[in-house]
Protein backbone atom coordinates (compact mmCIF):
# COMPACT_ATOMS: atom_id res chain seq x y z
CA UNK A 1 0.00 0.00 0.00
CA UNK A 2 1.64 3.59 -0.83
CA UNK A 3 2.05 5.99 1.69
CA UNK A 4 -0.74 8.24 0.77
CA UNK A 5 -3.29 5.41 1.75
CA UNK A 6 -1.89 4.43 4.31
CA UNK A 7 -2.12 8.38 5.99
CA UNK A 8 -5.49 8.70 4.68
CA UNK A 9 -6.56 5.37 6.66
CA UNK A 10 -4.60 6.40 10.14
CA UNK A 11 -7.16 9.24 10.16
CA UNK A 12 -10.06 7.14 9.93
CA UNK A 13 -11.05 7.10 13.77
CA UNK A 14 -10.54 10.91 13.45
CA UNK A 15 -13.04 11.06 10.69
CA UNK A 16 -15.75 8.81 12.18
CA UNK A 17 -15.68 10.78 15.10
CA UNK A 18 -16.41 13.80 13.63
CA UNK A 19 -19.02 12.47 11.56
CA UNK A 20 -20.74 10.80 14.41
CA UNK A 21 -20.51 14.39 16.17
CA UNK A 22 -22.25 15.80 13.31
CA UNK A 23 -25.16 13.42 12.38
CA UNK A 24 -26.97 11.70 15.29
CA UNK A 25 -27.20 8.32 13.43
CA UNK A 26 -24.34 6.18 13.59
CA UNK A 27 -25.12 4.16 10.21
CA UNK A 28 -25.36 7.91 8.73
CA UNK A 29 -22.10 8.78 9.96
CA UNK A 30 -20.64 5.82 8.92
CA UNK A 31 -22.08 6.57 5.45
CA UNK A 32 -20.45 9.92 5.36
CA UNK A 33 -16.93 8.52 6.08
CA UNK A 34 -17.51 6.36 3.93
CA UNK A 35 -18.36 8.76 0.95
CA UNK A 36 -15.33 10.85 2.38
CA UNK A 37 -13.26 8.27 1.58
CA UNK A 38 -14.34 7.18 -1.54
CA UNK A 39 -14.35 11.41 -2.67
CA UNK A 40 -11.03 11.32 -1.46
CA UNK A 41 -9.64 7.91 -3.40
CA UNK A 42 -10.59 9.10 -6.40
CA UNK A 43 -9.50 12.38 -5.95
CA UNK A 44 -5.88 11.77 -4.66
CA UNK A 45 -3.54 14.11 -6.90
CA UNK A 46 -5.51 16.93 -5.31
CA UNK A 47 -3.90 16.15 -1.70
CA UNK A 48 -0.24 17.69 -1.45
CA UNK A 49 1.88 15.17 0.19
CA UNK A 50 4.12 17.54 2.14
CA UNK A 51 0.64 18.01 4.28
CA UNK A 52 -0.78 16.04 6.50
CA UNK A 53 -4.23 14.73 5.20
CA UNK A 54 -6.28 15.46 7.70
CA UNK A 55 -7.34 19.40 6.76
CA UNK A 56 -7.99 17.67 3.24
CA UNK A 57 -10.30 14.81 4.17
CA UNK A 58 -12.52 17.41 6.93
CA UNK A 59 -12.51 19.72 4.31
CA UNK A 60 -14.31 17.39 1.93
CA UNK A 61 -16.22 15.45 4.92
CA UNK A 62 -17.35 19.09 5.89
CA UNK A 63 -18.54 19.28 2.25
CA UNK A 64 -20.44 16.43 2.25
CA UNK A 65 -22.54 16.99 5.02
CA UNK A 66 -23.90 20.37 3.58
CA UNK A 67 -24.24 18.93 0.17
CA UNK A 68 -26.85 16.19 2.54
CA UNK A 69 -28.05 18.56 4.47
CA UNK A 70 -29.31 20.55 1.56
CA UNK A 71 -30.66 17.18 -0.24
CA UNK A 72 -32.27 17.16 2.90
CA UNK A 73 -34.05 20.35 3.18
CA UNK A 74 -35.09 19.80 -0.44
CA UNK A 75 -36.32 16.31 -0.34
CA UNK A 76 -37.28 16.15 3.45
CA UNK A 77 -35.76 13.53 5.71
CA UNK A 78 -36.01 9.73 4.55
CA UNK A 79 -37.32 7.71 7.52
CA UNK A 80 -36.86 3.73 8.56
CA UNK A 81 -40.04 1.59 9.04
CA UNK A 82 -39.54 0.23 12.95
CA UNK A 83 -38.29 -3.56 13.31
CA UNK A 84 -40.21 -5.53 15.30
CA UNK A 85 -38.40 -7.18 17.69
CA UNK A 86 -38.37 -10.61 16.46
CA UNK A 87 -37.11 -9.17 13.05
CA UNK A 88 -34.20 -7.13 14.46
CA UNK A 89 -30.87 -8.64 13.30
CA UNK A 90 -28.74 -7.64 15.91
CA UNK A 91 -28.98 -6.32 19.61
CA UNK A 92 -27.88 -2.93 20.71
CA UNK A 93 -24.63 -3.02 22.84
CA UNK A 94 -25.16 -3.71 27.17
CA UNK A 95 -22.71 -1.73 28.37
CA UNK A 96 -23.49 1.09 30.32
CA UNK A 97 -22.19 4.58 29.05
CA UNK A 98 -22.05 7.34 31.74
CA UNK A 99 -24.67 9.49 32.23
CA UNK A 100 -22.23 12.51 31.98
CA UNK A 101 -20.96 11.74 28.93
CA UNK A 102 -24.53 11.12 27.09
CA UNK A 103 -26.29 14.24 28.53
CA UNK A 104 -23.20 15.96 26.80
CA UNK A 105 -23.56 13.83 23.46
CA UNK A 106 -27.07 14.72 24.10
CA UNK A 107 -26.71 18.52 24.47
CA UNK A 108 -23.74 18.72 21.63
CA UNK A 109 -26.39 17.24 19.07
CA UNK A 110 -29.20 19.62 20.08
CA UNK A 111 -27.33 22.77 19.04
CA UNK A 112 -27.38 23.75 15.06
CA UNK A 113 -25.20 21.69 12.89
CA UNK A 114 -23.03 25.24 12.18
CA UNK A 115 -22.73 25.57 15.59
CA UNK A 116 -21.60 21.85 16.35
CA UNK A 117 -19.79 21.21 13.38
CA UNK A 118 -17.42 24.81 14.43
CA UNK A 119 -17.02 23.11 18.07
CA UNK A 120 -15.89 19.51 16.79
CA UNK A 121 -13.38 21.27 15.01
CA UNK A 122 -11.78 23.24 17.30
CA UNK A 123 -12.73 21.76 21.13
CA UNK A 124 -12.30 18.17 20.08
CA UNK A 125 -10.52 17.63 16.58
CA UNK A 126 -7.84 20.06 17.89
CA UNK A 127 -7.61 22.37 14.52
CA UNK A 128 -7.12 26.02 15.01
CA UNK A 129 -9.33 29.00 14.32
CA UNK A 130 -7.92 29.58 10.98
CA UNK A 131 -7.60 26.15 9.99
CA UNK A 132 -11.19 25.22 11.18
CA UNK A 133 -12.46 28.43 9.33
CA UNK A 134 -11.14 26.99 5.96
CA UNK A 135 -11.77 24.42 6.02
CA UNK A 136 -15.66 25.29 6.90
CA UNK A 137 -15.58 27.82 4.12
CA UNK A 138 -16.03 30.74 6.53
CA UNK A 139 -14.09 33.93 8.33
CA UNK A 140 -12.58 33.51 11.08
CA UNK A 141 -14.80 36.19 13.39
CA UNK A 142 -17.90 33.79 12.18
CA UNK A 143 -16.51 30.70 13.26
CA UNK A 144 -15.12 32.45 16.76
CA UNK A 145 -18.86 33.98 17.13
CA UNK A 146 -20.26 29.90 16.21
CA UNK A 147 -17.96 28.37 18.93
CA UNK A 148 -19.45 30.98 21.60
CA UNK A 149 -22.99 30.67 20.26
CA UNK A 150 -22.26 27.18 20.55
CA UNK A 151 -20.56 26.93 24.13
CA UNK A 152 -23.42 29.71 25.79
CA UNK A 153 -26.08 26.31 23.81
CA UNK A 154 -24.10 23.65 25.71
CA UNK A 155 -24.22 25.67 29.20
CA UNK A 156 -27.48 26.21 28.67
CA UNK A 157 -28.57 22.84 27.74
CA UNK A 158 -26.18 21.12 30.76
CA UNK A 159 -26.74 23.28 33.62
CA UNK A 160 -31.18 22.80 32.87
CA UNK A 161 -30.26 18.80 32.79
CA UNK A 162 -28.65 18.76 35.89
CA UNK A 163 -31.09 20.96 37.25
CA UNK A 164 -33.93 18.28 36.37
CA UNK A 165 -31.73 15.69 38.02
CA UNK A 166 -31.19 17.30 41.12
CA UNK A 167 -35.17 17.71 41.47
CA UNK A 168 -36.91 15.57 43.51
CA UNK A 169 -40.29 14.78 43.76
CA UNK A 170 -41.61 14.02 47.91
CA UNK A 171 -44.61 12.25 47.85
CA UNK A 172 -46.62 12.84 51.14
Known amino acids: ?5 AAILDE ?4 RRYARALLRDRDAADDLVQDCLERALVRLDNWR ?29 ASMLPIDADEALAT ?7 VASRE ?7 ISPDRRAALVMVAIEGFS ?30 DDQARRRSIRIVER
Open 92 to 98: PATQAES
Open 104 to 110: IINALQA
Open 49 to 77: TEESPRKWLFTIMHHLFIDNMRKIGRRGE
Open 1 to 5: MDEKK
Open 129 to 158: YAEAATMLGIPAGTLMSRISRGREELRALL
Open 12 to 15: IPRL
